[in-house]
């Protein structure tokens, strides 16, 4: 499976940005996505997660309200749409598969997103 991030940039705070990632490969294998994010000299974090099935999804408590994790398995696309983003959302974005029957990870290459006025 190979994941690639795409929609991130520069926005002010209050505004709002799509995040999506495509995946390719075996995407049969997936059994969850998710979106993480890393501040600088932070350490990644998870944000929204969802699966694939049941579409079962949970958030950090920091994002709850704001964000909405999505997922289209016909377009084997995932999306974090991020509502009134805040200076603290400031990161590397990066969209993670839990594949196969040991739910390994697989991870994009990140898109950086700016929230600054």
């Known amino acids: 499976v190979q994941l690639v991030e795409s929609g991130g940039g520069l926005v002010q705070p209050g505004e709002s940005l799509r995040l999506s990632c495509a995946a390719s490969g075996s995407t049969a294998s997936i059994n969850a996505m998710a979106w993480y994010r890393q501040a600088p000299g932070k350490q990644r974090e998870v944000v929204a997660a969802?699966?694939?099935?049941?579409?079962?999804?949970n958030y950090a408590d920091s994002v709850k309200g704001r964000f909405t994790i999505s997922r289209d398995n016909a377009k084997k696309m995932s999306y974090l749409q991020m509502n009134r983003l805040k200076p603290d959302d400031t990161a590397v974005y990066f969209c993670?598969?839990?594949?196969?029957?040991?739910?390994?990870?697989?991870w994009g290459q990140g898109t950086q997103v700016t929230v600054s006025s």
């Open positions: 969802i699966t694939s099935t049941t579409g079962t999804t």
């Open positions: 993670n598969a839990r594949i196969g029957s040991d739910w390994s990870s697989v």
